[in-house]
């Protein structure tokens, strides 16, 4: 699940060349570090009206047969197309799909490289018909790359992006094995979304299907602006994807699929999330980077099936920590940004503060199972460790199919917000008073959480709100609620004494009497993960 | 340092804190004045500032004697909670007739605070000491068997006026312990204090603290606006006469004129010094287990010197001790800024950081050649005062030497509005991102934050040119840029420090050789 991203830049001095080389090439997705081989992609016949019941067809017959992993092409000529490389080459606009159509959205395809190796096929689908589209070195402008001699014609693509239109800049990528991202209505591209996710964190190791084919239509379907099929390939399972594309106030791509099982897998991943989260005010400082925080996504939403809400922040722990949430038919959940400030970033290239939250919406009811959260250690801000998902109580077996219909929203805002405060900072420290050092205990750990919004919103400052704490082990203690004067937002606070260095979880919402006024706060307290004052 | 930063643990806990509020806040009034006709007269009308010069030539003139006025048993050896314990009973609080626009509380002796500091009133008649009283205090949970002795005295006072609303008293400024007092404008809680005199602070020797041993307060008519305390300071090797006029408001400004006679050679004197504390800000980059962001009295001292130049120096809390100087001319004054006024940068609900005043002494006349010091004191914890600035002289003050000093100490949020320049608004450093820990060979990337002045903002998109030099050590990629979340620019830098050699750091903005644009930003880098 790890992957390279490409949006990390060096020390300033490079920064200013990098930013412009990110305009031109702000989606790619450079490909996972450790790809498997995989299947050529199939054959269409040109000019045959495409079908989303024959590209079904065709995956579900792939799947009677042994995955056949692809051999990427040119491997030599790939090594040497390293990233700065990489940067150097650029597609001639010109050469866009529907480039120059004010009804339509251009298409441009990623070049292949070291760390993109595996060709997928393109097809380009209007009024009915299929048109392929080859790869030719004309399509390239190589000429700052440093690559010498003819490149062969029998390149291929890595992957494609869709642009705004007009052309410039785009919003929306698909490169990768299964891995799409769109730059949201804040367009600045953060999270990546996956068609699916097979034994993530299990320890067989983790299985990445691909889209190996993708037939892009315009106008989309159900009045989509773009529908991009796609044929997914892997070893236990392929898939036939229609992603129905909208951009207008809100970005949302609506994913229908069919699941066929090639073998049984230990954990399905349905509408897999996949983010970077490094450290906030959460667990400021554990890096000594001058930027105050560093994260694509700063918690877990949950909005599950009984109507409960739920916040959790994510966290960057020392081992993997995998939290799987029970529910049934939930309304939705999502990695969300919910911090909006540029102040908490400081980062003027990267932009965190503008990186899309992505919330999973089911179409149709999803029975039981479990919202999965995964947590890596990680010590940087170019790899994703964070991945979310939701997986069925029943895993599917041999020869099985699936259907899965979700929308994805890429929001600056979660798209169905609760009716209930919110919470939108988590900060945490050593425990006790400022100025008591003598009453401090090493064991206590205090715990601020601020809520704004619903109820809160007509409250002043007043004395009798409540916070609903608990935790798994441990003693809670201090435990008070206060206006932040000056703001809309109310802070619990508390501390926790626990010992040992087992996983604590923890509760809160805020209360008035017996009415709840926010929604769940839960968090993973890991003893020994922050450090300690020196 | 010692006794400073004791002294600082008080200040802390009258802080704000919720359940303390009550001790530091101003009392509901009643019941009979505290003079009320039974005050001691010396009838010595006129009674001024030259007078108090004069008993300070006459403390001078003789030999330093300690005080000797015993401490009751019942005050002895109190901490600092059983000392909170005894409260000053509002209904004596002075002129609480309500006819002036000043009012004064006074401090029982004990915890920190055991020397007795007579307090005098001057009104027409002649000059007025308060008497002490057992029965002027409440002493809580504390056991007394038997009132205080009459001639206990005081530790000190703390002044009150309608600073927000007509009718009602807010305290604005403290005169307590050593010659250690502070103030604060309109809206704001006390942080930094202001000293008489700082003796040979931070040096091998111990830290010398004379102190205030005696306070005339003027008496003000009702429409006065201004009140004016007369103190006299004594300590080992120097004696003084000291003049404020205190003027509360949206900025609190105090004018002192000093008298300093110095029995003995000092080693090192310190005029006009303020002191504060820096725990943790946005240039701390290592881990602080808080899950506030920032903790400070002031982020940053200020220099404007008798050229023009003014220099900003970001605080520290050092590993070791640092001591900076800062050579001067004539300078026009200097300060101890809180210039971050954001909640979000400190989010502490109870000490309220962002409100704590900054304090700019501006200096009066002409003082000629000296030099700025800042000495910046490693601390665990934000109780302990570690940061200590002031002026001093180029040529050391002889023994039996008199000088006089006057400056002015403004008690703002933000003193330094008037000056011209782009200002540093925020210094961050951290490792270079994107380089690794085995390869960035001890690099430091610096980020520095300059808010245009106002008649500066319409060429934000073009960016001046930075100016930074370091003396040791190597600059590289020194960049600035427009800053769109400010109307100013960012100034990036990486570090590649000589081993060992800490490097002396400057930087500021120009556009041509010589247009220069913003104060020039200081900072002194340690490796290790």
Known sequence: ?534 | MRESRRLRARSQWCAPLAILALLCAPPPLSATDLLGGEAESLARAGFGFADVVRRAEELAADAWRPDDTPLPDALADLEYAAYQQIRFRPEHTLWRDGRLPFRIQLFPRGFLFTERVDVYLIDDEGVHAVPFSHELFDYGALEMAEPLPAGTGFAGFKLFYPLADADRFDEFAVFLGASYFRAVARGQHYGLSARGLAIDTALETPEEFPRYRAFWIRRPTPDDTTITVLALLDGPRVAGAYRFVLRPGATTVIDVEARIILREQVGKLGIAPLTSMFHHGENTSRHVDDYRPEAHDSDGLVIENGNGERIWHPLRNPQRLMISEFGVNDAHGFGLLQRDRRFENYQDLELDYERRPSAWVELLDTWGKGRIELVEIPTPNETNDNIVAFWKPATAWQAGSAHTVRYRIHFAPDPEASLGGARVVATRLGTTPGVAQDEADGRRHFVIDFAAADDGAGALDNPPQAVCTSSSGALEAVTVRPHRHLAGWRLEFDLHPDEDTPSNLRCFLRRGAGDVLSETWAYTWTPG
């Open chain 1, 1 to 534: 699940m790890a992957r390279t991203r490409d949006d990390y830049r060096h020390a300033s001095p490079r920064r200013i060349n990098r930013r412009h080389a990110l305009r031109r090439l702000s989606a790619t997705l450079l490909a996972a570090r450790t790809l498997p081989a995989w299947s050529a992609a199939p054959d269409t016949d040109e000019g045959r009206p495409f079908n989303p019941q024959w590209l079904r067809e065709h995956a579900e017959a792939l799947a009677r047969h042994p995955y056949v992993a692809p051999t990427p092409p040119h491997p030599a000529l790939l090594a040497r197309i390293d990233y700065d490389t990489y940067q150097a080459i650029r597609f001639d606009s010109r050469h866009a799909l529907w480039p120059n159509d004010p009804a339509r959205l251009p298409v441009e395809p990623f070049h292949l490289g070291r760390y993109a190796r595996l060709p997928v096929a393109l097809y380009r689908v209007e009024n009915g018909s299929t048109r392929r589209i080859e790869y030719r070195p004309d399509l390239f402008d190589y000429s700052a790359s440093g690559l010498d001699g003819p490149l062969p014609d029998d390149l291929g693509f890595a992957g494609f992006r869709v642009m705004n239109t007009g052309g410039a800049g785009d919003w929306l990528a698909f490169m990768g094995a299964s891995y799409f991202r769109s730059a949201g209505v804040l367009d600045q591209y953060g999270l990546s979304a996956r068609g699916i996710a097979i034994d993530t964190a299990m320890p067989g190791g983790e299985e990445f299907p691909r889209f190996s084919a993708f037939w892009l239509e315009q106008p989309g379907r159900d009045g989509a602006a773009l529908s991009v099929h796609a044929l997914l390939e892997g070893p236990s399972l392929t898939g036939a994807y229609r992603i129905d594309c909208r951009r207008g106030d809100a970005v949302t791509t609506d994913v229908h699929a069919t699941l066929f099982m090639r073998r049984a897998v230990a954990r399905l991943g349905i509408a897999p999330l996949t983010s970077m989260y490094w450290y906030s005010e959460t667990n400021h400082r554990v890096s000594g980077d001058w930027r105050p925080e560093i994260h694509d996504s700063d918690g877990l939403a949950l909005a599950t099936g009984a109507g409960e809400r739920i916040w959790r922040p994510l966290n960057a722990p020392p081992r993997v920590q995998s939290n799987a949430f029970l529910d049934r038919d939930p309304r939705g959940f999502g990695l969300l940004q919910r911090d909006r400030a540029f102040d908490h970033y400081q980062d003027d290239g990267v932009f965190y503060n503008r990186r899309p939250s992505v919330w999973v919406e089911p179409l149709g009811r999803w029975g039981d199972g479990a919202v999965h959260l995964v947590e890596l250690p990680t010590d940087d801000e170019i790899h994703d460790n964070v991945v979310a998902f939701w997986s069925p109580a029943e895993q599917p077996q041999r020869a099985q199919s699936l259907a899965l219909d979700y929308r994805l929203h890429w929001a600056a805002e979660e798209p169905y917000p609760p009716s209930l405060a919110r919470a939108v900072a988590t900060r945490a420290g050593r425990g006790g008073l400022p100025g008591q050092q003598a009453a401090r205990k090493p064991s206590q750990r205090k715990f601020v959480v601020d809520f704004t919004g619903g109820p809160l919103d007509s409250l002043e400052q007043r004395y009798d709100l409540t916070a609903a704490a608990s935790a798994s082990r441990g003693v809670i203690d201090n435990a008070h609620v206060l206006k932040v004067l000056g703001t809309p937002r109310w802070r619990a606070s508390f501390d926790l004494d626990v010992s040992g260095e087992a996983p604590v979880d923890l509760r809160c919402h805020l209360r008035l009497g017996d009415r709840t006024l926010s929604e769940t706060w839960l968090y993973q307290y890991l003893p020994g993960s922050l450090g300690l004052d020196a």
